[in-house]
């Protein structure tokens, strides 16, 4: 891995505002959460892990949601529960991490609206349509794309007013346009890439994008190796993505939603194995050792984006103030 830095990028990185819009921890109440401090020791300012996706039922998504609330609040000499922009910044003078989750996919509300407030009041903060296959809400990437049914236009009209960032990643195209269209705040892909770079299912045309920008949004660079490229999670990768949607809508519509976790020592295969359907063949899903890049990548990234003529104010936003200015326009 690259760690040299010039002084101009140290002194970038020294004070920047650093959001990770998504991490790809697998959520389980058997998570070890103090994997987080590879956020910390990479001086991350705020995280969103998810609690749940479209794989479990929702039961086990509250029992995640639990056991992570009960960690972090044990753990406040290091992090911060945070719901509101109030919470981020009193974390980060005081030097510790702000932590919210997320959600991917609808399969968590039961067919229950009144479960969006539950998962708000819980600290949930953001949320998915769907998981890459449909369900009730929503279509999803790897499945066939029906669009954003009743229940999700009422889910995002929900979220809306509760103040939780509308989330389009892993979701189908259309669905995507109609969940963009429907929502009266800004919308974001949390953590998806470029088709046009690296042409994958769970990657997102230029129409998405444009559309994403159009709200007041932000993309997130996903660092996982299949979404940049041939499992390649070099700098050089990730800066291809980057500049290509920077050029497209812009900077102030790129941000960092690495999907990064540290070794967890969780074994994960056998869900995997009991629902191959989510992730279908194909799709580079079954190459070995996928790679995963994520925070320990920001400094070499910060010295590419100087070398490519990025000014100071542009990578601050790529590396966080972007999505910072979603969350305050969002969260109530």
Not at 62 to 89: E, P, Q, S
Not at 107 to 132: E, H, K, P, T
Not at 213 to 242: Q, R
Request: with cysteine; proline share 4%; net charge negative.
């Amino acid at each position: 891995m690259e760690t040299y830095m010039s002084d101009r990028s140290e002194a970038l990185c020294a004070n920047a505002f650093i959001w990770d819009a998504h991490a790809g921890v697998f959520p389980s109440p058997q998570v070890d959460l103090n994997l987080l401090d590879d956020w910390r020791d990479n001086n991350a300012n705020y995280i969103s892990i998810n609690v749940g996706f479209d794989v479990m039922g929702w039961q086990q998504t509250m029992a995640t949601l639990a056991h992570y609330r009960r960690w972090i609040l044990a753990n406040d000499h290091k992090f911060v529960l945070a719901g509101t922009m109030d919470d981020v910044d009193a974390a980060r003078a005081s030097g510790k991490l702000a932590v919210s989750f997320d959600i991917e996919g609808m399969v968590a509300m039961n067919s229950d609206i009144n479960m969006v407030s539950a998962y708000y009041a819980l600290g949930v903060r953001q949320m998915l349509f769907a998981y890459n296959l449909n369900n009730d809400a929503a279509g999803g990437c790897h499945d066939t794309d029906m669009g954003l049914t009743d229940f999700g236009h009422e889910i995002v009209t929900e979220m809306n007013r509760l103040g939780m960032i509308v989330d389009c990643s892993h979701a189908a195209h259309h669905t995507t346009m109609d969940i963009m269209e429907t929502s009266t705040r800004p919308c974001v892909f949390s953590h998806s890439n470029p088709t046009a770079i690296w042409d994958h299912q769970r990657n997102i045309h230029d129409d998405q994008i444009k559309a994403c920008a159009a709200t007041g949004g932000v993309i997130g660079m996903n660092g996982m190796g299949i979404f940049l490229g041939d499992n390649d999670i070099s700098v050089d990768a990730f800066m291809k993505h980057i500049c290509y949607v920077c050029e497209l809508v812009g900077p102030e519509h790129v941000g960092l939603g690495f999907d990064y976790s540290p070794d967890m020592k969780l074994d994960v295969t056998e869900i995997l194995k009991s629902r191959p359907d989510f992730w279908p063949k194909g799709q580079q899903y079954d190459t070995p050792h996928i790679g995963h890049g994520g925070p320990p990548l920001i400094p070499a990234l910060v010295d590419r984006m100087f070398e490519h003529g990025f000014e100071d104010s542009d990578i601050r936003g790529i590396l966080g103030e972007n999505f910072r200015r979603v969350a305050a326009a969002t969260w109530t």
